[in-house]
DNA sequence: TGCTAGTGTTGGCGACACCAACGTTGGTGG
DNA sequence: CCACCAACGTTGGTGTCGCCAACACTAGCA
């Protein structure tokens, strides 16, 4: 367990002589508490990623979550809601809205269910096909820029390791709210 | 690239006994280009981390920026609010209300710069600083939780990758659009 | 037949990052 | 001296995101 404890603080000279904000220098204008503490890298971290994201799937017209639940769909096949949204974790709530966008611009279809009519069949189209390999050069660019100062070998492992972590905190937690798949 | 047609209620990795959503087979419900998305990846664990955090840090009673903020006032000294947000990632917007916060709980005081009378000097009071050791354990225990399924040398290496990509980015981008650190 | 549970939809809430404007103040160059 | 620009703090607003509550509908089961 962690065995840190507070480190030394109380600099109360106030006097910030450093001049040169490079790279390695950059960090050390963080407090070191935070510099610590993986919660609060990985959030600003997301913060950069997200607006990564934002820039490019917005200059191609789209939206992050287009790509998210295109793949799905692609991947798992026709889904309903409910699973489209445990599988990309995103709540119901906003899966219709999602969807509402998705089949405005014709890149998927809704459907009713004939064998369960409580259900929307969310089916994938020809043109959503290939919005999705169009947003799979967007995606690979993005991990490419994202990841710009990792090599090959950092970049598999810190993949690994958050998935790790993303794993426990789903098993525990759960991803929606409902940490059981379908299997109906 | 994939044209992997899946049959649509199919868990096509039945090849393992497990019956439940363990640990590792929890993954592969995820889209697999999803999966493989370093940014995909670290969002999705900054929600996780974010929840860990608000639940920790409500339960005492406080706010994930009280200890950002102290901690920056611990480490550096008494610092203007513009100075804060900078060494913090805040918008100078919403450090004005996180200090309001901050000064009616007691743990900071905000003064008027005699020399600069634009500036607001905020220092951290002895409540503060009782207040910010409380959080350090909050915060120690949090990392822990967080990190739960790597062992220390996976840890290192995690807080070392991200600590990389996030310096990259923020020396390209900035931290809070003004990558300028004070040299006035 | 009732009851429970899952589904889709609408609407709202809170947190967060970010931006725009305004009045104030410091510093600088004409 | 005065005009101009830059920085500061404050208010208010915007958009995204995750999440919850309620409702009507339907399927499955005792």
Redesign the interface.
């Known amino acids: 367990?962690?065995e840190?404890?507070?480190p030394a603080?109380?600099?109360?000279?106030?006097t910030?002589d450093?001049?040169g904000?490079t790279?390695?220098g950059?960090?050390a204008?963080?407090?070191?508490?935070?510099?610590?503490?993986?919660?609060?890298?990985?959030?600003?971290?997301?913060v950069?990623?997200?607006?990564?994201?934002a820039e490019a799937f917005t200059a191609v017209g789209s939206r992050r979550f287009h790509?998210?639940l295109l793949?799905?769909l692609?991947?798992?096949?026709?889904?309903s809601q409910a699973d489209l949204g445990?599988?990309?974790?995103y709540d119901r709530s906003d899966v219709a809205a999602m969807v509402n966008e998705l089949v405005q611009a014709g890149h998927v279809e809704r459907a009713q269910d004939p064998a369960d009519r409580r259900r929307n069949i969310i089916a994938i189209t020809p043109a959503g096909r290939a919005w999705l390999?169009r947003l799979?050069v967007v995606?690979a660019d993005?991990?490419d820029a994202?990841?710009?100062?990792?090599d090959a070998r950092?970049?598999a492992?810190?993949?690994r390791?958050?998935?790790?972590?993303?794993?426990?905190?789903?098993?525990l937690?759960g991803f929606a709210r409902d940490?059981?798949?379908?299997?109906?």
């Open positions: 367990m962690g840190s404890r507070a603080g109380g600099a109360t000279t106030g910030t450093d001049a904000p790279a390695e950059l960090a204008s963080w407090p070191a508490r935070l510099r610590g503490l993986a919660g609060w890298l990985v959030n600003k971290t997301a950069h990623s997200h607006r990564l994201n790509y998210a793949a799905s692609d991947e798992f096949g026709s889904s445990r599988r990309c974790g390999a799979d995606a993005l991990q994202f990841l710009a100062p990792l950092e970049r492992e810190l993949i390791l958050l998935t790790r972590v993303l794993e426990h905190h789903t098993a937690h940490p059981n798949p379908s299997t109906h």
